[in-house]
């Protein structure tokens, strides 16, 4: 047996928010990538004007974040998980923080913000995936 899936009952579930990490920059190397923007003269003409007028100029590398590095469900958008590790979910001592896998998402760590009122998980581990599953 590789593992157990192990299913929420909705009259007990507690809503917690969940934090999925992901590349921060869209290309790989963003320091060649920003260095290649700046030798093309990418930045358009009223970019310039707008930066030089507000006295500050956005760096090269702001364009090549990844807006989805950081993806938070929370609110309207929060997720489940079992009472129990809602109740553990208190901010844990330095060095033994807790972590749990959360099926077919990765391995999620307790934040240290979090609460057993707010339990809040982060991702500290994606799960392999092929690319077919990805594309579901």
């Known amino acids: ?5 192990h299913w929420l009952a909705a009259a007990t579930a507690v809503a917690a928010e969940v934090r999925v990490y992901d590349v921060l920059f869209t290309p790989e190397m963003p320091e060649e990538e920003a260095a290649a923007l700046k030798a093309a003269g990418v930045e358009g003409e009223e970019e310039e004007e707008e930066s030089e007028s507000s006295g500050q100029a956005e760096p090269d590398w702001i364009k090549l974040l990844n807006p989805n590095s950081l993806l938070r469900y929370a609110g309207d958008k929060h997720a489940w998980v079992e009472p129990h590790l809602a109740a553990g979910a208190a901010a844990p001592p330095p060095h033994s923080t ?4 959360f099926q077919r998402l990765g391995y999620f760590c307790v934040d240290s913000d979090s609460t057993t009122a707010n339990p809040i998980f982060n991702r500290v581990v994606a799960l392999k995936e092929d690319k077919e599953k990805k594309a579901l």
Not at 1 to 5: M, N, Q, R, S, Y
Not at 98 to 101: A, G, K, L, R, S
């Open 1 to 5: 047996v590789k593992g157990h899936i």
């Open 98 to 101: 807790p972590t749990y896998q």
